[in-house]
């Protein structure tokens, strides 16, 4: 099916930068949706960021002005740049992707295996 392969996470201090990728791999026939989630310790996972085949982007309110996220369509990857890191910030990161497998007609959403952000001085 898809396979969705994280990276970039790790420990950074205040006010730092990290870039996360999230590379899509498989029998894919086409990538609609691609986002980012978090999950911080002791709460609900949420989202983060979006953007879509066409290129819109929407983001939660605490990271508006910090992250950025984008996509390269010909390596089937997404991309979140983290700026401005603050001690909120620390969770595990995971990428989800909205796609349609080779040989389905439905749409299924796939996630990555996450990759932690700490965010610490």
């Known amino acids: 099916q898809v396979q969705l392969v994280e990276s970039g996470g790790g420990l950074v201090q205040p006010g730092g930068s990290l870039r996360l990728s999230c590379a899509a791999s498989?029998?894919?026939?086409?990538?609609?949706?691609m986002g980012w989630y978090r999950q911080a310790p002791g709460k609900q996972r949420e989202g983060v960021a979006v953007?879509?085949?066409?290129?819109?982007?929407n983001y939660a309110d605490s990271v508006k002005g910090r992250f950025t996220v984008s996509r390269d369509n010909a390596k089937n990857t997404v991309y979140l740049q983290l700026n401005s890191l603050t001690p909120e910030d620390t969770a595990v990161y995971y990428c989800?992707?909205?796609?349609?497998?080779?040989?389905?007609?439905?749409?299924?959403?796939?996630w990555g295996q996450g990759t932690q952000v700490t965010v610490s001085s």
């Open positions: 953007i879509t085949g066409g290129g819109l982007t």
């Open positions: 989800r992707v909205a796609a349609q497998a080779t040989g389905s007609i439905s749409v299924s959403a796939y």
């Open positions: 498989g029998s894919i026939f086409s990538i609609l949706d």
